[in-house]
T-cell receptor
Framework: AQKVTQAQTEISVVEKEDVTLDCVYE???????LFWYKQPPSGELVFLIR??????QNEISGRYSWNFQKSTSSFNFTITASQVVDSAVYFC?????????????FGQGTRLTINP | DVKVTQSSRYLVKRTGEKVFLECVQD?????MFWYRQDPGLGLRLIYF???????EKGDIPEGYSVSREKKERFSLILESASTNQTSMYLC???????????????FGDGTRLSIL
């Protein structure tokens, strides 16, 4: 079965702190894809990044970075020097290329609050 | 930019009513999806459609049906609304590329539906 676990339900930090959002996934497929989405208070889910299972290279985009570790089935997301505009609910998602190829399985989401 | 438009941001209906939620995308995407989002449960897939007149059940299709008569429009129907269908409903679309099956889904702003 496909499963995504975001153990942190809510995180609250002060502006400029670094913060890491955890994502652990379960799948039996050898080929799969991982995604992160951001949901600001407006409600729309905004796509942030995708990573396929055969590309373990970590990625940095400005203040955002992602650490993909196949050995621990984790795909963690770090925001450096957080800002109030980063406040949102963040979802990690898993897409299998073999089973239910058109479906994304989402984690429960982590509500991140950045306080001024 | 991809634009996915959901007809209503907020909707209030009564138990037993037939409810229609509309979703339109302007990028000629083949795949479209309906999710519901509930606290602590993340997003769960209700139905999806590979292309016009095609539909597949997701993880929680009970009490719902869908219609995809035109490529740009995907409608979610609550045949006889019940209070446990009070939720946030999110529509998404995705382009299908034979050479890159890892395209992200693009989401609308969501419809917050209350069934009284």
């Amino acid at each position: 079965a496909q499963k995504v676990t975001q153990a942190q339900t809510e995180i609250s930090v002060v502006e400029k702190e670094d913060v890491t959002l955890d994502c652990v996934y379960e799948t039996r497929d050898t080929t799969y894809y991982l995604f992160w989405y951001k949901q600001p208070p407006s409600g729309e889910l905004v796509f942030l990044i995708r990573r396929n299972s055969f590309d373990e290279q970590n990625e940095i985009s400005g203040r955002y970075s992602w650490n993909f570790q196949k050995s621990t089935s984790s795909f963690n997301f770090t925001i450096t020097a957080s800002q109030v505009v980063d406040s949102a609910v963040y979802f990690c998602a898993l897409r299998s290329i073999i089973q239910g190829a058109q479906k994304l399985v989402f984690g429960q989401g982590t509500r991140l609050t950045i306080n001024p | 930019d991809v634009k996915v438009t959901q007809s209503s941001r907020y909707l209030v209906k009564r138990t037993g009513e037939k409810v229609f939620l509309e979703c339109v995308q302007d990028m000629d995407h083949e795949n479209m999806f309906w999710y519901r989002q509930d606290p602590g449960l993340g997003l769960r897939l209700i139905y999806f459609s590979y292309d016009v007149k095609m539909k597949e059940k997701g993880d929680i299709p009970e009490g719902y049906s869908v219609s995809r008569e035109k490529k740009e429009r995907f409608s979610l129907i609550l045949e006889s609304a019940s209070t446990n269908q009070t939720s946030m409903y999110l529509c998404a679309s995705r382009i299908y590329l034979r050479t890159d099956s890892n395209q992200p889904q693009h989401f609308g702003d969501g419809t917050r539906l209350s069934i009284l």
